[in-house]
């Protein structure tokens, strides 16, 4: 008769599988749902703190590799699904079920920032997750035209906005409160009173991730929106050219000011004409975390126009696997920082 492995031999093995970014075993980490066991046969079950695990491989070849080895053992297979993690300091807050929020901004027009939030939030619902994006640019509310929801009538349920939905997220803009030619006369509190609106106004679905695209610069809006909710963390969108320091430092100051962790930098349209290597080196200036590139490519420019992020009319392109990273990035960096014991602490 061959060897038997059991339950508690398999819960050892795993105690050795080290989730490399949270740097802690599975065991510990309570991420091992489900273990059975049948004729040498080890199903693992892990649950992940987001379905964009950028190291879901890993982890699975060092499960099978730990298990494995256990004398008895014929074959392990490994199944994921994912409980994101929560900024706690949201839990609670206003009537919404949102776990995180991250707020993109850049310090000037232009440079993607409205591209950069759209397929972030596409590509994070592509891996499986519940994710909204707020439209808080009142400059340039550019968010359903990019989503393919321009002029969509928004339903009203319970005195709520329900937020239409499309390639799996949901959507809310500045733009379907009021005419954009008000841009000018929205400072504070009327700017104020409609953030809040966005958040307490709208029948939000339960979300893993709320992405809000805020206005160029360090306007009021970013203020409101610190002053309406924690804001988890915050990403900066530059362009490679060498006006890129100066232009993620202002993104940089806005989010310290309001205490709202940064996530990092990512760099867009990098290629021949603006060059590459602008946004990574005002990060390293900056001492804030890389995220990423994406290249300068007219697919984007395209899919913008037409409604049809890159991320769904190319999804095998490099564009697109790009953006798949910078989810991915964004994602463990949202876990990681929920794993501090105190994130209003972790001011970078
Ligand atoms: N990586 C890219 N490659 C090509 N065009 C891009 C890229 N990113 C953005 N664009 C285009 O640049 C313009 C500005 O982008 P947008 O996201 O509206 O910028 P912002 O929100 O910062 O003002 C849009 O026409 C958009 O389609
Ligand atoms: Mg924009």
Redo the contacts with the bound molecule.
């Keep these: 008769m061959s060897e038997h492995v059991d339950k508690q031999q398999v819960m050892d093995a795993l105690r050795t599988v080290m989730d490399p970014e949270l740097g802690m075993d599975l065991v510990t980490l309570k991420m091992v749902r489900d273990v059975d066991i049948q004729d040498g046969v080890v199903r693992v079950t892990v649950t992940l703190t987001t379905p964009a695990c950028p190291l879901k491989s890993t982890i699975e070849d060092d499960i099978k590799a730990a298990v494995g080895q256990l004398p008895g053992v014929r074959d392990v297979e490994v199944n994921f699904d994912a409980d994101v993690a929560t900024d706690k300091r949201i839990f609670g807050r206003l009537s919404l079920d949102v776990r995180n929020i991250i707020a993109v901004a ?1 310090g000037k ?10 397929n972030l939030a596409v590509a994070l619902a592509q891996e499986g997750a519940r994710v909204g994006i707020l439209d808080a ?1 009142i400059y ?1 509310p ?1 968010v359903p035209l ?1 989503l393919g929801l321009q002029g969509k009538r928004i339903a009203v349920r319970n005195g709520k906005m329900v937020p239409p939905e499309a390639y799996g997220v949901y959507a809310i803009s500045i733009g379907f409160l009021v005419p954009p030619d008000t841009a000018l006369i929205w400072r504070g509190p009327l700017l104020h009173s409609s953030i809040r609106q966005l958040f307490n106004d709208v029948d939000w679905p339960p979300l893993d991730y709320m992405i809000v ?1 805020l206005p ?1 610069g360090t306007g009021d809006a970013h203020l409101s929106l610190a002053q309406s909710v924690p804001v988890t963390g915050g990403i900066i ?1 530059t362009t490679p050219q060498n006006v890129a320091l100066m232009d993620a430092r202002r993104g940089l100051v806005a989010f310290r000011e309001l205490n709202v962790p940064v996530l990092g930098i990512i760099e ?2 990098a290629g021949e004409i603006f060059g590459v290597g602008g946004g990574e080196a005002a990060a390293r200036e900056l001492k804030v975390p890389f995220l990423g590139r ?5 697919t ?2 395209e ?3 037409s409604g049809v992020p890159v991320v769904v009319s190319h999804p095998d392109s490099p ?1 697109a696997q790009a953006f798949r990273e910078l989810a991915r990035k964004v994602a463990a960096s949202v876990s990681v920082l929920n794993f501090q014991p105190s994130v209003e602490l972790k001011v970078i």
């Design positions: 850049s027009g232009g440079v993607g920032k409205t591209t950069v939030a759209v640019d340039g550019n990019m695209d160029p969108v867009n349209m994406v290249p300068l490519d007219p984007v420019r899919g913008s126009d564009t």
